[in-house]
């Protein structure tokens, strides 16, 4: 008997109606549920997120060491230069840039309120390195 049934990650934010738009548009969703502190977002796929309001958040300092990264959305994407031109359009930035050559390229990025989230080709077997 499985008593979890389902879950989301959710991203503490001082503004989730803001950040609630640059993930809609970066994940094409069409499902948004607002509610006083929390936003949750639905992609077509299924992909579920929630936006919970802290006033007091602050943004982890990922790829730097001085904070933890805490907790990171990865994406897979075909074409790394348009989801690039695309989060960048969006108010997303490049927090890390590395050779995206070749069937896994990854790319790192942080979202309008400074969560980290990376994107990537293929399927990764690399371990996480730091």
Same mark, same amino acid.
């Given at each position: 008997?499985?008593?979890?049934?389902?879950?989301?990650?959710?991203?503490?934010?001082?503004? *989730?109606?803001?950040l609630?738009? =640059?993930?809609?548009?970066?994940?094409?969703?069409?499902?948004?549920?607002?509610?006083v502190n929390?936003?949750?977002?639905?992609?077509?796929?299924?992909?579920?997120?929630?936006?919970?309001?802290?006033?007091?958040?602050?943004?982890?300092?990922?790829p730097?060491?001085?904070? +933890?990264l805490?907790?990171?959305? @990865?994406?897979?994407?075909d074409?790394?230069d348009a989801?690039?031109?695309l989060?960048?359009?969006?108010?997303?930035?490049?927090? @890390?840039?590395?050779?995206? +050559?070749? *069937?896994?390229?990854?790319?790192?990025?942080?979202? *309008?309120?400074?969560h +980290? =989230?990376?994107?990537r080709?293929?399927?990764?077997?690399?371990p996480?390195?730091?």
């Open positions: 008997m499985t008593l979890v049934t389902a879950g989301m990650v959710v991203l503490d934010c001082a503004e *989730p109606e803001k609630a738009e =640059f993930y809609k548009e970066l994940l094409g969703a069409e499902d948004v549920d607002a509610h929390r936003v949750e977002i639905r992609a077509r796929d299924g992909f579920r997120l929630a936006l919970r309001r802290d006033v007091n958040a602050t943004a982890p300092s990922w730097r060491p001085e904070n +933890s805490q907790a990171h959305l @990865e994406f897979v994407v074409d790394l989801v690039e031109r989060i960048v359009g969006l108010g997303g930035r490049p927090v @890390e840039t590395g050779d995206a +050559s070749g *069937p896994t390229g990854e790319r790192g990025y942080a979202d *309008p309120a400074g +980290s =989230f990376t994107v080709r293929g399927t990764s077997t690399a996480k390195q730091g």
